[in-house]
């Protein structure tokens, strides 16, 4: 059972490189979601997608875009990499909420360290 | 906007020990309630859940009763092990919105 697979685990980058982390999920799940956990501040939300083709902001969205092409895909791009942007990310998928209860799935996350 | 508060941690406890986690809340409406743990090098997982009112989630010996008069989610444990360290986040969930709003989270270390 695969669940919520991301991609690279680790990562370190240099100031204004750019990079592309890749969430895939085998659940049929229409919501996706991406996370950053920093230390003291527990986990914020960057941005979401309720279906193929959507994206929406979260709370902390400035320096990184998503795509969601296909319903199983959730792509997080850092256009150009700054040392703020040194977290650990976390992918996470859901139902449809609609009556749901609201449980996300993880994935083990991405450690990203920008020198 | 809604928020969850959670005490800071560490939490340091001795095996066997009565474990309480504090975590309230504040939100319009009638939100559902969860909490999710992390083990160490892992992602995030549901520990337990209530979705109404005096509803009281329990999982793996852990306990949390929905309070609306106090907007608390208190997590509780008899008897932590060992297994138990781990970092505890408490969230909710509004209705009609698709995102959970999580606490900061609360590492518990537990000594032999």
């Known amino acids: 059972n695969a669940g919520v697979t991301q991609t690279p685990k680790f990562r370190v980058l240099k100031t204004g490189q750019s990079m592309t982390l890749l969430c895939a999920q085998d659940m049929n799940h229409e919501y996706m979601y991406w996370y950053r956990q920093d230390p003291g501040m527990g986990l914020r939300l960057i941005h979401y997608?309720?279906?193929?083709?959507?994206?929406a902001k979260g709370e902390v969205p400035d320096g990184y875009n998503v795509s969601r092409l296909k319903k199983q895909n959730f792509l997080l791009g850092l256009e150009s990499a700054a040392p703020s942007q040194t977290s650990v990310y976390f992918c996470?998928?859901?139902?449809?909420?609609?009556?749901?209860?609201?449980?996300?799935?993880f994935g083990e996350g991405s450690r990203l360290t920008v020198l | 906007g809604d928020s969850v508060t959670q005490m800071e941690g560490p939490v340091t406890l001795s095996e066997e020990a009565f474990l309480t986690i504090n975590c309230t809340y504040t939100?319009?409406?009638?939100?559902?309630l969860f909490w999710y743990v992390q083990y160490p090098g892992e992602g995030l997982q549901l520990l337990l859940k209530?979705?109404?009112?005096?509803d009281k989630g329990s999982n793996k010996g852990f306990e949390a009763t929905y309070r609306k008069e106090t907007t608390s989610f208190h997590l509780e444990k008899g008897s932590v092990q060992v297994s138990d360290s781990a970092v505890y986040f408490c969230a909710l969930k509004n209705t009609g919105f698709q995102k959970l709003v999580f606490g900061t989270g609360t590492r518990l270390l537990v000594s032999p």
């Open positions: 997608s309720v279906g193929e083709g959507t994206t």
């Open positions: 996470a998928s859901s139902y449809s909420q609609t009556g749901g209860s609201g449980e996300l799935f």
């Open positions: 939100a319009t409406g009638y939100p559902s």
């Open positions: 209530a979705t109404k009112a005096d």
